[in-house]
């Protein structure tokens, strides 16, 4: 996938200033079926909304839609900035998608497989087709997770042996979530590994430092590695990621047009193609041993430190806050329901909210419903007619003090909430988390 760069003129009602240690919370606000609310700039208008001490305001995000077209939200502020901007300012914003192999997967050469990073301009590998074909260029690069703009822009894709088939891959497979793999669906094609996470067999593992390798062909192409097909390095203008790479200056770049890029394959990052390569996974991983099971959501509330348990009362679930309360976090499990059903929300979901009900020691009563606008940290969008409409969390969802600030007393908090169920893969015996933890030591 291709960096793209977009200048923003920001207008006077839309400028920021300061650090984003300013910024008291951060999160993803747009929503909808094909939104990952843990990827910033994943659908058409994506968005980002932080929390400071007087309010809540719009952020705006540079990103991918589905069809490889950048995507901006406007009218926003961008967060992250210890300058202040003029009315009129314009500022470039830069997205980079990750497209390596992580440190010590093995490629296919005519004398047997190598590691990646000892390969070398000239080398000869073996293409997924069984061609024998040179090295023209390689680039490295050893990435601080922690410091990027997006962490899980970085962290790198786990794909467990025997994923998608008896041998592919042969061993586990680390990727970065842009570097697309070969599937054949009627054709062969080219789908992102990030697009076939499914939380078993193929999991995004969080972590500090990643060391990412790639390879240059004299045209895109696919090799073997760790025995599954995947693609070559394509230049997209993402060339300058890799440390000590031989590019032109900026000014002098020509701009790509994604339509333009010259893959060997389709490059496919959704829809029927990918679905049927998804429900193709999960059969696999079923056959490798993985089952799902419902888990308790296990729902509480956390504030000032304190975990508390709500009780039951009435069908509803029940906590008196501490009268110095300034904040509380609805906080329970969570699940993607895209890893166990056919289905396209890839939304990460905690507990369906209805309504609150808010009552301090004189008695007042508030009733605050799910489509309140004060409610937006860790909530998903309202679902269903306004007046019954229903809001998922996504597993830490923030209720801000100013919800009960001018209530007298002990508050205490009336929940109609569904804490019902979640859904979560079992790793077949003896794939336990302490071998991903080994393999994390190979690779980071």
Not at 193 to 218: C, W
């Amino acid at each position: 996938m291709p960096i793209y760069q977009y200048k923003v003129k920001l207008e006077s009602d839309n400028i920021v200033s300061g650090s984003s240690s300013e910024a008291t919370y951060i999160h993803d606000s747009s929503d909808g079926p094909d939104d990952n609310l843990t990827i910033f700039g994943d659908i058409v208008g994506d968005k980002l909304e932080y929390i400071d001490g007087t309010g809540l305001y719009d952020a705006f995000y540079l990103g991918y839609t589905p069809d490889g077209v950048v995507a901006l939200t406007t009218g926003g502020k961008y967060l992250f900035t210890n300058s202040s901007y003029s009315d009129g300012s314009e500022v470039t914003y830069t997205a980079e998608p990750l497209v390596c192999f992580a440190a010590g997967t093995l490629i296919r050469t005519p004398g047997g497989d190598v590691q990646v990073e000892a390969l070398a301009e000239g080398d000869v590998v073996v293409t997924a087709t069984g061609e024998k074909r040179a090295i023209r260029w390689t680039g490295a690069r050893s990435v601080d997770c922690g410091a990027t703009t997006n962490p899980r822009q970085a962290w790198p894709i786990r794909v467990a042996a025997d994923a998608f088939g008896p041998g592919l891959p042969e061993r586990e497979l680390w990727l970065s979530p842009a570097h697309a793999v070969m599937v054949t669906v009627g054709d062969h094609v080219l789908v992102p590994i990030g697009s076939l996470v499914n939380g078993a067999t193929i999991q995004q593992v969080p972590v500090d430092t990643m060391a990412y390798h790639h390879i240059e062909l004299d045209s895109h192409d696919v090799v073997v590695a760790n025995g599954l097909p995947a693609e070559t390095y394509l230049d997209c203008g993402n060339r300058a990621f890799f440390e000590g790479a031989d590019v032109a200056p900026e000014a002098e770049r020509e701009e790509i047009d994604p339509a333009d890029l010259p893959f060997c394959l389709p490059f496919i990052t959704h829809g029927r193609i990918v679905e049927a390569v998804r429900a193709r996974l999960e059969a696999q991983a079923r056959r490798l041993g993985w089952t799902a099971e419902d888990a308790d959501a296990d729902l509480s509330v956390e504030t000032g430190g304190a975990v508390l348990r709500p009780e039951e009362h009435d069908e509803k679930l029940r906590v008196t806050l501490p009268v110095d309360a300034r904040e509380a976090w609805l906080v329970s499990s969570s699940w993607v329901p895209q890893h166990h059903r056919a289905s396209a929300d890839r939304r990460n979901i905690g507990v369906a909210f209805r309504h609150l009900t808010l009552t301090d020691v004189t008695g007042e009563a508030r009733r605050i419903r799910a489509d309140d606008p004060r409610l937006s940290f860790g909530f998903h969008a309202p679902e269903g007619a306004r007046r019954d409409s229903i809001r998922w969390t996504t597993g830490r969802a923030l209720l801000p003090g100013s919800l009960w600030a001018d209530m007298t007393g002990e508050v205490t908090l009336t929940l109609d909430v569904d804490a019902g169920e979640t859904r979560r893969w079992i790793p077949p015996q003896g794939a336990a988390d302490e071998r991903h933890a080994r393999n994390l030591s190979l690779v980071a």
